[in-house]
């Protein structure tokens, strides 16, 4: 290979390499990828390797996992080795099983598990060819399984244009770039494959072709014999970009076949045949071009040496067969495509969709059907495009119109947001007002993207209003969808008045209303006030989530998040989540991202909780969500108050709270005051954290459709207790047992029972109650509040009993506290329990974590000075001073003034010397 030595040298390590690993060839059309992945073809061959290739394919991109099933075809026999789990897995991803499919993650690891099983006897290479054009559910498990392949016997090559963006551009596996040829070296090749040129015509040729390869090989025979002047290889050769200028090379012996040659060309390019040698092709249900020996003749074609069929010489071939064929040429191939296609329902609506002119329902019927099968396996985006499609083909304005809307919703949901407000649009009639659909896209976007909480409710119950007067029409779920959109408005508003105009709108609405959406109604709204028995309708309406649609699977997952049982739902939310925001529906995923987290959070997964929190900002951010990015910020800000990194928390919380009052989104201003709550109490600071608190609800009651009035029920008792106001805590606590909240949730039941201990006057009743605590099948599910009870607990019983009683829980508290990571509550904790006995002296990690200023002051108080004195020497106001000795406090593991001494342990403050 001239000007390849690097490159060759790469590939020969990367085939003799004992590890398995993945490069990615990456460059320009023509530039040489192919002959570099035939190179080490070669090599694998000579060392053994058993070589699977496979074809990306533009006419397949939008098809999910239509390369995998190419890539992995000659592998299918290996299928009956495996586990029934991971048989179920491919059955489902190929259309054998219409089980629910399996997530990006469940799909790869069986892919892993048959590449590794296939490998076991023979080393394994697979080489991929025009990855760009892989569909997307493809390419995230491709991505996913070339990650991991160390260990193992398995190699993957994957050649991408770099001028076409690809899923694979973010696999991050390694890259190899292929560069065009220094001009020495275009001009050793160009003298190797064509000598004896004029050397006017050579001049020409290397200022054209600029290095790429291919150009260097097919200018040649174009222009030789044509005039050429200056860099101008002729009148009739354009001056445009190297692939349109090579297109146009392909043209003319295009152009020059026989007409039924050039006719299976075009089927051949319309159904995606391969480009290339195809050793190891899959050869599934894909045309077969017949009587083309002429375009063979002409460069055009090659024979693939495994089945002997035809295959294009290179993808430019293909992309210019389609480009010179005419509007009706095309269709007319589809048009036979679609006969040939029969039997497989996505491949046949393809071509039915491009080969349909004028409306026709039964076509219209058949896409819609793809579009179904095609959301169940992920391909939302996909089934946009095909319900689109059926709309324009159906006899009548009123299943255009169902379709339409079943477009912009899906749309919607995909992440698609202007898509879905053109596709509603469309269904606009000249005079006749804004359509139910219109409505519902305009409201998602408007929620979604800008946070719209107040006039969206109105237009949306003037919608609804609108179908109620009308009566309900057969299989439209525009009223449904819009029921939904308004309870999640109202969620996300948590404005009392609203939603009690809302309950009341849903009664009368009548059978209009599903059963799932009063099941949302009762947990996303007041669960004090509503939660008695939907536990129990959340378990009957997801018995079985596989018989669910998606967005009902979320949906009632946010029920579950209100009820304190999402942690059973968890797993099927894992497993699809993957695919879903890959090329499925796309506020679904981010929805289920959210849910994850929050179960993460609540388990004392901390870590993990995170990073799903950074994951979901991250999708949110890319889609144009400001909704969905900023509830992500408020979790985040959660996490890191309860961490106790309290300037990341109250960076995001005040960057929330600024984009969520000023539109009204209660919801998210209740976290972010919650998260206020959260990072007060960890510093100390309880009086600041009885402001916040009561600033959600006030003592004694929980104020109507706010969700973290009992979510906050443990922080107010505890903030209100350690400021003296011991009566506002009992009477709190008291309102959540009155409430009857132990009946509505595990947590509630928990936090409910610690509230009523630590706040009983009654020595017994309160070591009853925290025996019940303990008792409770579900504490261990929440360690944060069931830690922070134990802490509770033990300072009780060390006034109550004496300190023997109180090493049990502190002990189980600061370990608990330490597992989590949340680090102010561990010293404190860790302070309590050397108040019972345990060394008192702080260590010098304790010691290191002050800052000058705070050892300064902690060294003056433990002297003995007042606040009002350490101020005076150190230029403070004595309540900056309390700010900093409330820090100092649990960084050194104490709980008051008298224990300075003993934990700084005569210690002297950084820079004294």
Same mark, same amino acid.
């Not at 409710?457 to 609108?466: I, P």
């Not at 959070?601 to 969500?625: P, V």
């Given at each position: 290979?001239?000007?390849?030595?690097?490159?060759?040298?790469?590939?020969?390590?990367?085939?003799?390499?004992?590890?398995?690993?993945?490069?990615?060839?990456?460059?320009?059309?023509?530039?040489?990828?192919?002959?570099?992945?035939? &190179?080490?073809?070669?090599?694998?061959?000579?060392?053994?390797?058993?070589?699977?290739?496979?074809?990306?394919?533009?006419?397949?991109?939008?098809?999910?996992?239509?390369?995998?099933?190419?890539?992995?075809?000659?592998?299918?026999?290996?299928?009956?080795?495996?586990?029934?789990?991971?048989?179920?897995?491919?059955?489902?991803?190929?259309?054998?099983?219409?089980?629910?499919?399996?997530?990006?993650?469940?799909?790869?690891?069986?892919?892993?598990?048959?590449?590794?099983?296939?490998?076991?006897?023979?080393?394994?290479?697979?080489?991929?060819?025009?990855?760009?054009?892989?569909?997307?559910?493809?390419?995230?498990?491709?991505?996913?399984?070339?990650?991991?392949?160390?260990?193992?016997?398995?190699?993957?090559?994957?050649?991408?244009?770099?001028?076409?963006?690809?899923?694979?551009?973010?696999?991050?596996?390694?890259?190899?770039?292929?560069?065009?040829?220094?001009?020495?070296?275009?001009?050793?090749?160009?003298?190797?494959?064509?000598?004896?040129?004029?050397?006017?015509?050579?001049?020409?040729?290397?200022?054209?072709?600029?290095?790429?390869?291919?150009?260097?090989?097919?200018?040649?025979?174009?222009?030789?014999?044509?005039?050429? &002047?200056?860099?101008?290889?002729?009148?009739?050769?354009?001056?445009?970009?190297?692939?349109? %200028?090579?297109?146009?090379?392909?043209?003319?012996?295009?152009?020059?076949?026989?007409?039924?040659?050039?006719?299976?060309?075009? *089927?051949?390019?319309?159904?995606?045949?391969?480009?290339?040698?195809?050793?190891?092709?899959?050869?599934?249900?894909?045309?077969?071009?017949?009587?083309?020996?002429?375009?063979?003749?002409?460069?055009?074609?090659?024979?693939?040496?495994?089945?002997?069929?035809?295959?294009?010489?290179?993808?430019?071939?293909?992309?210019?067969?389609?480009?010179?064929?005419?509007?009706?040429? *095309?269709?007319?191939?589809?048009?036979?495509?679609?006969?040939?296609?029969?039997?497989?329902?996505? *491949?046949?609506?393809?071509?039915?969709?491009?080969?349909?002119?004028?409306?026709? =329902?039964?076509?219209?019927?058949?896409?819609?059907?793809?579009?179904?099968?095609?959301?169940?396996?992920?391909?939302?985006?996909?089934?946009?495009?095909?319900?689109?499609?059926?709309?324009?083909?159906?006899?009548?304005?009123?299943?255009?119109?169902?379709?339409?809307?079943?477009?912009?919703?899906?749309?919607?949901?995909?992440?698609?947001? /202007?898509?879905?407000?053109?596709?509603?649009?469309?269904?606009?009639?000249?005079?006749?007002? #804004?359509?139910?659909?219109?409505?519902?896209?305009?409201?998602?976007? +408007?929620?979604?993207?800008?946070?719209?909480?107040?006039?969206?409710?109105?237009?949306?119950?003037?919608?609804?209003?609108?179908?109620?007067?009308?009566?309900?029409?057969?299989?439209?779920?525009?009223?449904?969808?819009?029921?939904?959109?308004?309870?999640?408005?109202?969620?996300?508003?948590?404005?009392?008045?609203?939603?009690?105009?809302?309950?009341?709108?849903?009664?009368?609405?009548?059978?209009?209303?599903?059963?799932?959406?009063?099941?949302?109604?009762?947990?996303?709204?007041?669960?004090?006030?509503?939660?008695?028995?939907?536990? =129990?309708?959340?378990?009957?309406?997801?018995? /079985?989530?596989?018989?669910?649609?998606?967005?009902?699977?979320?949906?009632?997952?946010?029920?579950?998040?209100?009820?304190?049982?999402?942690?059973?739902? *968890?797993?099927?939310?894992?497993?699809?989540?993957?695919?879903?925001?890959?090329?499925?529906?796309?506020?679904?995923?981010?929805?289920?991202?959210?849910?994850?987290?929050?179960?993460?959070?609540?388990?004392?997964?901390?870590?993990?909780?995170?990073?799903?929190?950074?994951?979901?900002?991250?999708?949110?951010?890319? &889609?144009? &969500?400001?909704?969905?990015?900023?509830?992500?910020?408020?979790?985040?800000?959660?996490?890191? +108050?309860?961490?106790?990194?309290?300037?990341?928390?109250?960076?995001?919380?005040?960057?929330?709270?600024?984009?969520? %009052?000023?539109?009204?989104?209660?919801?998210?201003?209740?976290?972010?005051?919650?998260?206020?709550?959260?990072?007060?109490?960890?510093?100390?600071?309880?009086?600041?954290?009885?402001?916040?608190?009561?600033?959600?609800?006030?003592?004694?009651?929980?104020?109507?459709?706010?969700?973290?009035?009992?979510?906050?029920?443990?922080?107010?008792?505890?903030?209100?207790?350690?400021?003296?106001?011991?009566?506002?805590?009992?009477?709190?606590?008291?309102?959540?047992?009155?409430?009857?909240?132990?009946?509505?949730?595990?947590?509630?039941?928990?936090?409910?029972?610690?509230?009523?201990?630590?706040?009983?006057?009654?020595?017994?009743?309160?070591?009853?109650?925290?025996?019940?605590?303990?008792?409770?099948?579900?504490?261990?599910?929440?360690?944060?509040?069931?830690?922070?009870?134990?802490?509770?607990?033990?300072?009780?019983?060390?006034?109550?009993?004496?300190?023997?009683?109180?090493?049990?829980?502190?002990?189980?508290?600061? #370990?608990?506290?330490?597992?989590?990571?949340?680090?102010?509550?561990?010293?404190?904790?860790?302070?309590?329990?050397?108040?019972?006995?345990?060394?008192?002296?702080?260590?010098?990690?304790?010691?290191?974590?002050?800052?000058?200023?705070?050892?300064?002051?902690?060294?003056?108080?433990?002297?003995?000075?007042?606040?009002?004195?350490?101020?005076?020497?150190?230029?403070?106001?004595?309540?900056?001073?309390?700010?900093?000795?409330?820090?100092?406090?649990?960084?050194?593991?104490?709980?008051?003034?008298?224990?300075?001494?003993?934990?700084?342990?005569?210690?002297?403050?950084?820079?004294?010397?």
């Amino acid at each position: 290979m001239v000007g390849r030595r690097y490159e060759g040298d790469v590939l020969s390590s990367f085939v003799t390499s004992p590890q398995g690993q993945a490069l990615v060839l990456k460059g320009e059309t023509g530039v040489g990828k192919s002959a570099l992945l035939d &190179h080490t073809v070669g090599l694998a061959a000579e060392r053994g390797h058993r070589v699977i290739r496979a074809t990306g394919v533009e006419a397949e991109s939008d098809l999910p996992f239509a390369g995998l099933h190419q890539l992995l075809h000659p592998l299918l026999p290996q299928l009956s080795r495996l586990d029934n789990g991971y048989r179920g897995v491919f059955d489902v991803v190929f259309g054998r099983s219409q089980e629910k499919p399996p997530s990006v993650m469940a799909l790869a690891i069986a892919v892993l598990d048959l590449l590794s099983l296939a490998a076991s006897q023979q080393p394994l290479l697979l080489v991929l060819d025009d990855g760009q054009w892989f569909d997307t559910a493809s390419a995230e498990v491709v991505g996913f399984a070339g990650r991991r392949l160390s260990g193992g016997s398995v190699k993957l090559l994957v050649a991408l244009r770099s001028d076409i963006p690809s899923r694979l551009d973010t696999a991050a596996l390694p890259e190899l770039s292929v560069a065009p040829l220094s001009e020495e070296e275009a001009g050793v090749l160009l003298d190797r494959r064509h000598p004896g040129l004029d050397p006017q015509l050579r001049r020409v040729v290397l200022h054209e072709a600029q290095g790429n390869p291919l150009a260097l090989l097919e200018l040649p025979p174009y222009l030789r014999g044509r005039p050429a &002047h200056g860099a101008e290889a002729g009148p009739d050769y354009p001056g445009v970009p190297l692939p349109r %200028r090579l297109q146009y090379v392909y043209g003319t012996r295009i152009e020059a076949l026989d007409g039924a040659v050039r006719t299976e060309l075009l *089927r051949g390019a319309l159904d995606g045949v391969t480009a290339g040698p195809a050793a190891g092709h899959a050869r599934g249900a894909r045309y077969r071009m017949a009587d083309a020996d002429e375009a063979a003749v002409r460069g055009l074609l090659d024979i693939d040496p495994i089945s002997g069929d035809f295959v294009f010489r290179h993808p430019l071939v293909r992309s210019t067969v389609v480009q010179l064929a005419t509007p009706n040429e *095309r269709r007319a191939a589809h048009a036979t495509l679609a006969r040939f296609h029969r039997d497989d329902l996505e *491949r046949r609506a393809t071509h039915l969709a491009a080969a349909t002119l004028d409306p026709d =329902e039964r076509v219209a019927a058949d896409l819609e059907a793809a579009a179904e099968s095609a959301t169940r396996r992920g391909g939302a985006v996909a089934a946009v495009a095909w319900l689109t499609r059926a709309a324009e083909l159906s006899e009548n304005h009123a299943d255009r119109s169902r379709r339409l809307g079943d477009a912009a919703f899906l749309a919607g949901q995909a992440g698609l947001l /202007d898509r879905a407000q053109r596709l509603a649009h469309a269904d606009l009639v000249p005079g006749g007002g #804004e359509s139910p659909a219109a409505v519902l896209a305009a409201a998602y976007l +408007a929620l979604y993207q800008d946070g719209e909480v107040r006039s969206s409710r109105r237009r949306v119950m003037a919608a609804l209003e609108a179908l109620h007067a009308d009566g309900p029409r057969e299989g439209d779920e525009t009223a449904p969808r819009l029921i939904t959109l308004l309870l999640a408005i109202c969620q996300y508003g948590s404005d009392g008045a609203a939603w009690q105009e809302t309950r009341e709108f849903l009664e009368r609405l009548g059978d209009l209303v599903p059963a799932r959406s009063l099941i949302y109604r009762d947990a996303w709204g007041d669960v004090v006030r509503h939660g008695a028995g939907v536990r =129990e309708r959340l378990e009957a309406a997801f018995a /079985d989530p596989r018989d669910l649609e998606l967005w009902d699977v979320t949906r009632l997952g946010v029920a579950a998040y209100h009820l304190d049982v999402l942690g059973p739902y *968890r797993p099927y939310l894992q497993r699809v989540v993957d695919r879903e925001v890959a090329t499925g529906v796309m506020s679904a995923g981010m929805t289920m991202l959210h849910l994850i987290m929050l179960d993460q959070l609540a388990l004392g997964e901390w870590d993990e909780a995170e990073r799903t929190g950074l994951r979901g900002l991250e999708l949110a951010t890319g &889609h144009g &969500h400001d909704l969905f990015a900023h509830h992500s910020r408020a979790y985040l800000a959660l996490v890191a +108050a309860m961490r106790g990194r309290l300037e990341r928390a109250r960076e995001l919380q005040a960057a929330v709270d600024a984009w969520a %009052r000023p539109r009204g989104v209660g919801f998210l201003t209740q976290i972010t005051d919650s998260v206020g709550t959260i990072a007060a109490l960890s510093e100390g600071d309880f009086e600041t954290a009885y402001l916040y608190a009561i600033g959600i609800t006030t003592p004694g009651s929980f104020t109507p459709y706010a969700h973290q009035a009992s979510r906050t029920l443990l922080d107010l008792v505890e903030a209100a207790l350690h400021t003296g106001r011991t009566e506002q805590a009992r009477r709190h606590a008291l309102a959540a047992r009155d409430a009857g909240l132990p009946d509505i949730s595990p947590r509630l039941a928990l936090v409910t029972y610690g509230a009523l201990a630590m706040t009983t006057e009654d020595a017994e009743e309160a070591a009853r109650l925290f025996e019940r605590v303990e008792a409770l099948p579900d504490a261990d599910r929440f360690p944060f509040e069931l830690a922070r009870i134990r802490l509770a607990h033990g300072y009780r019983a060390r006034l109550a009993r004496g300190p023997a009683a109180a090493r049990r829980p502190l002990t189980q508290s600061a #370990e608990a506290f330490e597992r989590l990571g949340a680090t102010a509550w561990t010293e404190r904790a860790r302070g309590e329990l050397r108040t019972s006995g345990l060394p008192a002296r702080a260590s010098s990690a304790h010691l290191a974590t002050l800052t000058w200023q705070e050892h300064r002051i902690a060294d003056l108080a433990a002297g003995g000075l007042t606040n009002k004195e350490i101020g005076e020497r150190m230029h403070l106001s004595p309540r900056t001073v309390s700010s900093h000795l409330y820090r100092v406090f649990p960084k050194l593991g104490i709980t008051s003034r008298a224990a300075l001494r003993d934990a700084l342990g005569g210690a002297p403050a950084p820079g004294t010397g």
